[in-house]
Nanobody, 120 residues
Framework: QVQLVESGGGLVQAGGSLRLSCAAS????????MAWYRQAPGKQRELVAT???????TYSDSIQGRFTISRDNAKNTVYLQMNSLKPEDTAVYYC??????????????WGQGTQVTVSS
């Protein structure tokens, strides 16, 4: 059974920083895409940033230049460094991974979510 476990959320003042982590565990043969999504109250879940096993990254326009996604493939872990946080960044942040286990086709997995609250 594969699990994604997130950590690092919390309460921070505007202009501050937080670093989120997401570790995948279980019977994993390969992880292609790892990503962060977020969902604010009353809004749809939106893609924040992605990272492929080949090292490519993408970012949403709303966080471009402020957030950085990185990953440690040896640890099956993805990070999201969030700087210059704004109140509108307040949301539950979810980790996502496209994982191939020892058997079967790739499957999509989600973490449980971690709350990020930015006060003004």
């Amino acid at each position: 059974q594969v699990q994604l476990v997130e950590s690092g959320g919390g309460l921070v003042q505007a202009g501050g920083s937080l670093r989120l982590s997401c570790a995948a565990s279980g019977s994993i043969r390969n992880i292609n895409v790892m990503a962060w999504y977020r969902q604010a109250p009353g809004k749809q879940r939106e893609l924040v940033a992605t990272s492929t096993s080949g090292g490519s990254t993408t970012y949403s326009d709303s966080i471009q230049g402020r957030f950085t996604i990185s990953r440690d493939n040896a640890k099956n872990t993805v990070y999201l460094q969030m700087n210059s946080l704004k109140p509108e960044d307040t949301a539950v942040y979810y980790c996502y991974a496209d994982i191939t286990q020892s058997f079967g086709p790739p499957r999509k997995y989600w973490g449980q979510g971690t709350q990020v609250t930015v006060s003004s």
